[in-house]
């Protein structure tokens, strides 16, 4: 139980284009769900938080208007790079957090498998 | 400030060694512990976890952790390592509110035969 995905798992843009991923929880309703950023050989960074119909949260830093996160469902969220360049290459990871009845501890994160993004 | 830090960045152990991989925090109050394993390329599992009570906690893949308050450290350890616990291991404090999690640099970890 307490699965995740995201998709696709790999994509290759243009450089001015604007890519969406999609995090879903497969198997709980998640309260909440994390974007993080992750550089080669570097730990992973936190963009975001997402809850269900409201607006995210970004993290000192992180541009909100580059990075768009919709939070539709309490199993789908998604983030999209906006006017993607190069320095947007990197990996992104969604994470998804329990909580209600029936599911999984508020306590624990669950993480999905990543999106390699390389902007050309 | 709340932080993680994982003192190394990178450890060879031969096959069948024991080993240990150190984790120090700085947080407020007592934080969510955990550590989790990444391959390349893949997003991160979860190894153990520590919220409250006995302080020696076991994981997945004959881990264990032990959480001591006094040295604010969580150090993973592991009897005997096989090859395919070669990976990067991630030591992480999480804010039991919101959830947040901050992690540490990150550990290499490399298996020699």
């Known amino acids: 139980g307490a699965v995740v995905s995201q998709h696709p798992s790999w994509v290759i843009c243009k450089s001015g284009t604007s890519v969406k991923i999609e995090c879903r929880s497969l198997d709980f309703q998640a309260t909440t769900m994390f974007w993080y950023r992750q550089f080669p050989k570097q730990s992973l960074m936190l963009m975001a938080t997402s809850n269900e119909g409201s607006k995210a949260t970004y993290e000192q830093g992180v541009e909100k208007d580059k990075f768009l996160i919709n939070h539709a469902s309490l199993t789908l969220s998604t983030l999209t790079v906006t006017s993607a360049h190069p320095e947007d290459s990197s990996f992104y990871i969604c994470?998804?957090?329990?909580?209600?009845?029936?599911?999984?501890?508020?306590?624990?994160?669950?993480f999905g498998p990543g999106t390699r993004l390389t902007v050309l | 400030a709340q932080s993680v830090t994982q003192p190394d960045i990178h450890i060879t152990v031969s096959e069948g060694a024991s080993l240990e991989l150190r984790c120090n925090y700085s947080y407020g109050a007592t934080p969510y512990l955990f550590w989790y394993v990444q391959s390349p390329g893949q997003g991160l599992q979860l190894l153990l976890k520590?919220?409250?009570?006995?302080?020696l906690v076991q994981g997945i893949k004959g881990f264990e952790a032990e959480f001591k308050r006094s040295q604010s450290s969580f150090n993973l350890r592991k009897p005997s390592v096989h090859w395919s616990d070669a990976a990067e291991y991630f030591c992480?404090?999480?804010?039991?509110?919101?959830?947040?999690?901050?992690f540490g640099q990150g550990t290499t970890l490399q298996v020699k035969p």
């Open positions: 520590y919220f409250s009570g006995d302080t």
């Open positions: 994470s998804a957090r329990g909580g209600l009845a029936g599911g999984p501890s508020l306590n624990e994160q669950f």
């Open positions: 992480a404090v999480g804010a039991p509110f919101t959830g947040k999690l901050i």
